[in-house]
C-alpha cells in the first residue's frame, strides 16, 4: 500500500483501466475564508480590471489541499489510483468557499 498520497496517480477518463477494480467514491475538501486584506485589493481590482492574484492563489491553494485529500481518503482504500477526478466550488457563507475534489479509487485486480 502507497503511504505517500501524492503517489496516487489522477486521471480524469470516465472508465476503470484493464487490470483495476474500483473501490468506491473518494472526496476531500476544504474551506477557505477571504480576509479584510484580500477584499480591498479586490475592491481596488474591480474598478481598475485584471486578475485578482490574491483570490486566485486563494483558490489554487484550496483545489491542492482538496485533492490531496481524496489522495488520502484513496490511500485508506487501498488504491493506486483515481479516476473521473471532478473539482467543484461553492460559497458556503459570505466570504467562505469550499472546494470538492472526488473520484472513483482502484486498484489493482489481484491487490
Known amino acids: 500500500m502507497m503511504s505517500d498520497p501524492k503517489n496516487i496517480a489522477l486521471v480524469s477518463i470516465e472508465s476503470v483501466p484493464d487490470g483495476m477494480r474500483p473501490l468506491g467514491l473518494v472526496r476531500g475538501s476544504t474551506a477557505r475564508s477571504r480576509n479584510i486584506g484580500r477584499d480591498i ?6 474598478l481598475v480590471g485584471g486578475e485578482v492574484t490574491s483570490y486566485t492563489k486563494l483558490m489554487a491553494d484550496a483545489r491542492e489541499e482538496a485533492i ?7 490511500i485508506r482504500m487501498g488504491a493506486t489510483m483515481v479516476v473521473g477526478v471532478r473539482l467543484a466550488s461553492s460559497m458556503v457563507s ?3 468557499s469550499e472546494m470538492v475534489a472526488w473520484g472513483t479509487a482502484v486498484g ?4
Not at 485589493?41 to 474591480?46: C, E, I, M, Q
Not at 490531496?68 to 484513496?74: K, P, S
Request: no cysteine; proline share 5%; net charge negative.
Open 41 to 46: 485589493t479586490a475592491g481596488l481590482k474591480n
Open 94 to 96: 459570505q466570504g467562505v
Open 68 to 74: 490531496y485529500r481524496m489522495q488520502e481518503d484513496a
Open 108 to 111: 489493482p485486480i489481484d491487490g
